[in-house]
């Protein structure tokens, strides 16, 4: 489904029933990103979207994080949704971050997963000169979610698959060189710094104990930031989080805040 909103169109799904929540992808990732975890928020109207750089949307220009929690928040409220919940993994824990900022009226809460403040060196390094790469032609879409692969899945993941002599996957629909550029200029120009000590709203971090993409330690400083906030460390996972590794402290953290 398309909604027109803020001057894009943008692309969402909305499944399940109860109570609403909303998925924010990061970083690349469209919509399908939640596949996993939507069946497992049982009891719970389910809406994914694809941000502004990637998957079915459609825009013009560039656009900031901010303008990407305004869409999200623009969704919500077109589809009768006053107050949800919101997940957001990676660049969508930013986007979600900027929610709670600049729209807590509209949050019951909000689960930031694999998330961050300072954005570490070496991953910005990596995803910034594959970016320039794919978009002058000198990389390959594919080599780009090669890189993206191996920094975001822990090792535990590339083990399993190779006893069972799998390759880990490279997704069959490619994204746009160009929407890769605009999201990360959108990703490096957002900092929102000791401003995250202002935030009321019930905080759920979920941070992989073996993340390095963006370290446990930069969920950790999240947490510390926003007042009340609570963490999940998950043991073994990177930035990738399998959902049946959270899905369950997440619905319970959604319990105690149904209003």
Same mark, same amino acid.
């Given at each position: 489904?398309?909604?027109?909103?803020?001057?894009? %169109?943008?692309?969402?799904?909305?499944?399940?029933?109860?109570?609403?929540?909303?998925?924010?992808?990061? !970083?690349?990732?469209?919509?399908?990103?939640?596949?996993?975890?939507?069946?497992?928020?049982?009891?719970?109207?389910?809406?994914?979207?694809?941000? %502004?750089?990637?998957?079915?949307?459609?825009? #013009?220009?560039?656009?900031?994080?901010?303008?990407?929690?305004?869409?999200?928040?623009?969704?919500? #409220?077109?589809?009768? @949704?006053?107050? @949800?919940?919101?997940?957001?993994?990676?660049?969508?824990?930013?986007?979600?971050?900027?929610?709670?900022?600049?729209? %807590?009226?509209?949050?019951?809460?909000?689960?930031?997963?694999? *998330?961050?403040?300072?954005?570490?060196? +070496?991953?910005?390094?990596?995803? $910034?000169? !594959?970016? +320039?790469?794919?978009?002058?032609?000198?990389?390959?879409?594919?080599? @780009? !979610?090669?890189?993206?692969?191996? !920094?975001?899945?822990?090792?535990?993941?590339? %083990?399993?698959?190779?006893?069972?002599? /799998?390759?880990? &996957?490279? &997704?069959?629909?490619?994204?746009? &060189?160009?929407?890769?550029?605009?999201?990360?200029?959108?990703?490096?120009?957002?900092?929102? =710094?000791?401003?995250? #000590?202002?935030?009321?709203?019930?905080?759920?971090?979920?941070? =992989?104990?073996?993340?390095?993409?963006?370290?446990?330690?930069? $969920?950790?400083?999240?947490?510390?930031?926003?007042?009340?906030?609570? /963490?999940?460390?998950?043991?073994?996972?990177?930035? *990738?989080?399998?959902?049946?590794?959270?899905?369950?402290?997440?619905?319970?953290?959604?319990? +105690?805040?149904?209003?």
């Amino acid at each position: 489904m398309f909604a027109e909103l803020n001057g894009a %169109r943008i692309c969402y799904d909305v499944q399940g029933e109860g109570d609403p929540v909303l998925l924010i992808e990061g !970083f690349g990732a469209n919509r399908k990103f939640w596949k996993g975890l939507v069946p497992l928020l049982e009891g719970h109207t389910v809406v994914t979207l694809d941000n %502004r750089g990637v998957g079915d949307t459609e825009y #013009s220009g560039g656009f900031t994080i901010d303008d990407l929690a305004d869409d999200a928040v623009a969704l919500m #409220s077109m589809l009768g @949704f006053d107050r @949800f919940h919101v997940v957001g993994w990676s660049m969508g824990s930013l986007i979600a971050q900027s929610m709670l900022l600049r729209h %807590r009226d509209v949050l019951k809460d909000a689960v930031l997963i694999s *998330t961050y403040i300072d954005r570490p060196a +070496r991953s910005s390094y990596v995803l $910034g000169e !594959f970016t +320039r790469m794919v978009n002058d032609g000198t990389a390959t879409m594919e080599s @780009f !979610f090669v890189m993206v692969n191996a !920094f975001v899945f822990s090792e535990m993941v590339f %083990r399993d698959l190779e006893d069972k002599g /799998i390759t880990m &996957p490279i &997704p069959k629909r490619l994204e746009r &060189p160009e929407g890769l550029r605009d999201q990360l200029i959108a990703v490096c120009d957002f900092y929102p =710094g000791q401003t995250l #000590s202002q935030v009321t709203t019930p905080v759920l971090v979920v941070q =992989g104990t073996e993340d390095i993409m963006t370290p446990f330690h930069q $969920g950790e400083v999240v947490r510390d930031l926003i007042p009340g906030a609570e /963490i999940l460390p998950v043991e073994g996972q990177g930035h *990738t989080i399998g959902p049946k590794y959270y899905s369950s402290a997440v619905l319970e953290f959604f319990s +105690r805040h149904p209003e």
